[in-house]
C-alpha cells in the first residue's frame, strides 16, 4: 500500500516537472512593453502620413428616416456630407500644465458661454423644511437611515432653518481658486 502511493505521488511530480519544462517559452525578442522614461524609439511611432488622408467611414450622402416614440417624431436626413480631411496627428510633446487663475477663468468663460458665475445659493427655509420632512418621514434619500441615527442631523436642520433666508440670494463671484465649502445639504 505504502509502496502505491509512493508510487503515484512520485508519477505525478514527474508530471508536474514535465508540464513545467514544456510550458517554458522562449523569451521574446523585441519587448512587449515600452519604458517611456528612455523615450519612444523610432520603431514604437506611427509614421506621420501627409499625403493619404484617414478613413472616417461617413458616407458620401447620407439618406435616412428615423421614427421614434411610435411615429410621434420623425426625423429625416437627405444630405451631403462634407467632412474635412484628417490625417495623422502625432503628439510631439505632452506635459502637465498647472491651473492658475487666468486658465480658469479662461476655462469658466468658455463652459459658461460668458454668463457671470455664482456661489451656490444658501437654502432658503422653504427648502430645508422639505427636507426635514423628508428626513422625519423616512422617504428618498433617507429612507436607508434609522430615526437613533437621524436625531443629530434634525437638530442640525432645525438650526440652520432659524439662519435661512426666507428667499434665493445670489452671490456672483469672480473665476478664482479658492478652498470648497460645505453646502447646508451637506452640513
Known sequence: MKYQIRRIISFICILAC????V???????????????EGLSKENVLPNEKDVPKDLGAPEHWQETMDRSNGF????A????RLPEVYNTP???????????KLLK?????????DRLYEEPAMTKEALQAQRNSMVSLSGDWSWYSERSLKPMLE???ELIQ???KEEERHYIKAELMAPYQTEEEY
Open 106 to 114: 479662461r476655462l469658466c468663460d468658455y463652459f459658461s458661454g460668458g
Open 156 to 158: 442640525r436642520v432645525d
Open 23 to 37: 510550458s517554458c517559452a522562449k523569451n521574446p525578442e523585441k519587448r512587449i512593453v515600452v519604458d517611456k522614461a
Open 73 to 76: 417624431v420623425t426625423i429625416e
Open 91 to 101: 503628439v510631439y510633446l505632452y506635459k502637465m500644465r498647472p491651473v492658475t487663475n
Open 18 to 21: 514535465g508540464f513545467n519544462l
Open 78 to 81: 437627405d444630405c451631403q456630407v
Open 163 to 165: 439662519k435661512a433666508p
